[in-house]
């Protein structure tokens, strides 16, 4: 039996970066994107659900042209560029949302009150997930019961590997202390 497209997966991704200031989403961004999209025509796993969770960028002075949310960016491009149905998009729209902890933290939220599947695809790119997020999701739902997760890298994207040790040291003792209300 083959686990990937025998069993109904939500994917979820992270957004990284923006392009004009916050006015549209960056490159990086779109890879990940680019990456659900080709997954769910291969069917490589199932996908039934798609979560999103990103708000607004809290520094203004950075980001002075964001007049949506990240996750609405994100569900756009997916919905207009990817021709993903916008009934399988599921976000958080909590406009506070900002870093990686909160994203996942609202998504496994998103999953559970809307009761999508618990078989979780990440999709990232190499050095984000690896160590990261794999850390991060592997502390707050591996070998919980009900939970499943896979993860998919994407190539073309860059994250900096010791900003993302930086963030996995970070997120260790938030996921610990999160595993317990999940």
């Not at 990261?132 to 939970?147: D, P």
């Amino acid at each position: 039996m083959n686990i990937s497209t025998n069993h109904s997966w939500t994917a979820i991704t992270y957004p990284q970066d923006f392009s004009d200031e916050g006015l549209g989403l960056g490159e990086k961004t779109i890879y990940r994107l680019r990456k659900i999209v080709d997954v769910k025509q291969d069917r490589t796993y199932n996908i039934q659900a798609i979560v999103l969770a990103s708000g607004f960028g809290p520094d203004r002075d950075e980001y002075p042209n964001q007049h949506k949310s990240f996750e609405a960016m994100m569900a756009e491009w997916l919905i207009s560029e990817g021709k993903i149905s916008k009934e399988i998009i599921h976000c958080s729209n909590n406009p506070k949302v900002w870093n990686c902890i909160e994203m996942t933290l609202e998504m496994i939220h998103i999953m559970k009150t809307r009761n999508l599947p618990k078989n979780v695809l990440i999709v990232s790119n190499y050095h984000h997930i690896y160590p990261r997020m794999w850390t991060t999701w592997m502390l707050l739902c591996g070998k919980k019961y009900g939970w499943r997760l896979a993860f998919c890298p994407e190539n073309n994207g860059t994250s900096k590997f010791f900003h993302e040790i930086g963030g996995t040291v970070k997120y260790i003792p938030m996921a610990l202390w999160h595993r317990h209300s999940i």
